[in-house]
C-alpha cells in the first residue's frame, strides 16, 4: 500500500494551494480518507476527513470555510483545496486511509495507512 501526497509549497498568506494524495495497493473506493497536519513539537492534528463515496465530509473548526477535501474514486485520488492560507497552517500534511470508510475518521487510530507527508509553508 502506498499513499503519495504532493502540491505542498511556500505561499504567502491569503494564498491557495491544493494538495493530492494518490493512493495504490488497496480497494481505494472503500476506504474513508483524511488529512492531517504536524508541526515540530505536537502531536498530528485533524485537518478533514472524507468517507468513501464523498457522501460527507468533516472539518476541523480553523479550516472551515477555507479549505474543501474531495476524492476522485476513478484516479484513486484525494484532493484539499486549501485557500485563504494563514502563518498558522504551517506544517507538515499528511494524507491517510481509513477501513472505517461511512465513519467519521476523525482520530489518527483510526487510520490504517498513513503517506510520507508534504510540507506547506505560509509566509505572514
Known amino acids: 500500500v502506498q499513499l503519495q501526497a504532493s502540491g505542498g509549497g511556500l505561499v504567502q498568506a491569503g494564498g491557495s494551494l491544493r494538495l493530492s494524495c494518490i493512493v495504490s495497493?488497496?480497494?481505494?473506493?472503500?476506504?474513508?480518507m483524511g488529512w492531517f497536519r504536524q508541526t515540530p513539537g505536537k502531536e498530528r492534528e485533524f485537518v478533514a476527513a472524507?468517507?468513501?463515496?464523498?457522501?460527507?465530509?468533516d472539518y476541523e473548526d480553523s479550516v472551515k470555510g477555507r479549505f474543501t477535501i474531495s476524492r476522485d474514486n476513478a484516479k484513486n485520488t484525494m484532493y484539499l483545496q486549501m485557500n485563504s492560507l494563514k502563518s498558522e497552517d504551517t506544517a507538515v500534511y499528511y494524507c491517510?486511509?481509513?477501513?472505517?470508510?461511512?465513519?467519521?475518521?476523525?482520530?489518527?487510530?483510526?487510520?490504517?495507512?498513513w503517506g510520507q507527508g508534504t510540507q506547506v509553508t505560509v509566509s505572514s
Open positions: 495497493g488497496l480497494n481505494f473506493s472503500r476506504y474513508g
Open positions: 491517510a486511509a481509513s477501513r472505517y470508510g461511512r465513519s467519521q475518521n476523525l482520530l489518527t487510530r483510526e487510520y490504517d495507512y
Open positions: 472524507i468517507t468513501l463515496k464523498g457522501e460527507r465530509t
